[in-house]
């Protein structure tokens, strides 16, 4: 059975600064990772998809990176900002088609 | 549609009550999910289909959840006899036919099952 998780659990840093949230997961048997951005009480956004035969994808100021062997992703911010405030949640595709969600990590930037 | 829409946006009822939640989903979108999700947890599968057909309810809770899409576009996600435990965010998903899509969210439906 896939397990998603994601640590810390919550984290606040200074605007301005670069940070990496992590992923894992337990079997490395997936199609692709997903990463999705959640505001409080609104519905969720994707980021960045990346499939298994890649090892990154980037948009913007984001950065996502997939090591299926050891069952681990990150998702990298360059010069956070207040904006970016928000729950960033990751998902992966089994072979199955089910799409299982990690916790998130509660994202807070400091002005 | 422009996005993936779901009604009602919030849902009150008495236990013991039926409940039926709609999903319209992106249009030409072949695959279409259910979720459920409490609050400070990420989301938790419960169903999916591709066109009309349920590929997958492992994750329904038990026989009183039940869905449908019987024309491959609008689902429905009806609970009978609600109990107290079913209140939730209960959010729907599509994209493109493929594993290798984006997954585009409606708002959800907050239910309040009292």
């Known amino acids: 059975k896939q397990e998603v998780t994601q640590i810390p659990a919550a984290l606040s840093v200074p605007e301005g600064e670069n940070l990496v949230l992590n992923c894992s997961f337990t079997?490395?048997?997936?199609?692709?990772l997903q990463w999705f951005r959640q505001d409080p009480g609104k519905g969720l956004t994707s980021l960045l998809l990346?499939?298994?035969?890649?090892r990154e994808q980037t948009s913007g100021r984001l950065n996502a990176s997939l090591d299926k062997s050891s069952g681990r992703s990150t998702l990298y911010i360059a010069a956070s900002q207040p904006g970016d405030s928000a729950t960033y949640l990751c998902?992966?595709?089994?072979?199955?088609?089910?799409?299982?969600f990690g916790s998130g990590t509660r994202l807070s930037i400091r002005p | 549609g422009a996005g993936v829409s779901q009604s009602p946006r919030y849902k009150v009822t008495k236990r013991g009550q039926d409940v039926a939640l709609r999903c319209d989903p992106i249009s030409g979108h072949v695959s279409l999910y259910w979720y459920r999700q409490a609050l400070g947890q990420g989301p938790e599968f419960l169903t999916y289909f591709n066109y009309e057909a349920q590929q997958d309810k492992s994750g329904l809770p038990n026989d009183r959840f039940s869905a449908e899409r019987p024309e491959g576009s609008i689902s429905t996600l009806t609970i009978q006899r609600t109990e107290q435990r079913d209140s939730a965010m209960y959010r729907c998903?599509?994209?493109?036919?493929?594993?290798?899509?984006?997954?585009?969210f409606g708002s959800g439906t907050q239910l309040s099952v009292l």
């Open positions: 998902a992966v595709i089994s072979s199955a088609s089910k799409i299982i």
């Open positions: 998903a599509s994209s493109l036919a493929g594993r290798n899509e984006k997954l585009f």
């Open positions: 990346i499939q298994s035969s890649q």
């Open positions: 079997d490395s048997a997936i199609y692709n």
